[in-house]
């Protein structure tokens, strides 16, 4: 029998994959891979390992969950060790726990990798911290994007009211949607609101405004997904502190 490591990828630059991780993907005989995993980690695979691409988009899966759900059941039953790699972190919004619910179910050994999320590294980079210990001392992730067919059961008016920082996954799309509930539910028109397209990777590019101006910004700069909304005071000290854009030729790369 198998092994199955359901890895983080990292949020897109080749440097911010654990050394686990790392491992994971130079010791695996069958490499799954997600959409937004940086391609320059399959670099590391060995000579003879098999790589499939799992990768979805909006009404268009290159595979489907279930199929990806066996798969890595039927792998490991051949006594394959098999990654599973996901871009950011697989715990969040990457659907790793229903893998590994799967696998736990046909008695598969798995072990879970973290990774480093986007609604952390994505700010980051573009000089947003999410937490501050002047303002802001909480910090939400929220999915941007229900899944087919499901009512919205983001509890709106608690994120509104009772917590300073939102990172929005998957959001672009529902912009409007989003802004009008937190509108709807007393934030302030005046709050900041950045969006960080591609975050951490060398074509970053970050756009900001305020509750009330950010969806003229993002249609002005025809940005699209993956990009991660950031709703807080905290985007204002990205003006003090953005690196990333600004020194980009200046920065050390370290070779894995």
């Known amino acids: 029998m198998g092994k199955v490591y359901i890895v983080g990828a990292g949020p897109g630059d080749i440097d911010l994959i ?20 940086n391609k320059g980690l399959l670099k590391y695979v060995k000579s003879d390992a098999q790589l499939i691409f799992c990768g979805k988009l909006p009404n ?5 969950q279930e199929y990806i759900n066996q798969s890595l059941v039927d792998y490991a039953q051949e006594g394959k060790i098999v990654t599973r790699l996901k ?24 072990e879970i990798v973290p990774g480093i999320t986007s609604g ?45 920082t939102l990172a929005i996954y998957m959001g672009v799309h529902n912009l409007p949607y989003i802004v009008s509930q937190l509108l709807r539910y007393g934030r302030n028109p005046k709050t900041p609101v950045a969006l960080v397209h591609w975050g951490t990777y060398e074509r970053q590019k970050t756009v900001t405004g305020t509750l009330e101006t950010i969806v003229q910004t993002v249609k002005q700069h025809a940005l699209e997904n993956p990009s991660m909304i950031i709703v807080g005071e905290v985007v204002n000290l990205r003006q003090k502190i953005q690196w990333f854009e600004n020194h980009k030729e200046e920065l050390q790369q370290i070779p894995i």
């Open 60 to 64: 268009r899966h290159a595979m489907i």
């Open 87 to 110: 871009g950011g972190d697989p715990f969040v919004f990457g659907r790793g726990a229903e893998e590994a619910e799967f696998l736990s179910d046909h008695h598969i050994a798995f």
């Open 120 to 164: 952390i590294a994505a700010p980051a980079y573009a000089g947003i911290p999410v937490t501050h210990r002047d303002i802001s001392s909480s910090f939400a992730i929220v999915t941007g994007h229900m899944g087919d067919g499901k009512a919205d059961s983001i509890k709106w008016e608690s994120l509104a009211k009772g917590v300073d």
């Open 18 to 37: 654990t050394v686990k991780g790392l491992h994971c993907i130079q010791e695996a005989d069958v490499i799954m891979y997600d959409r937004l995993v």
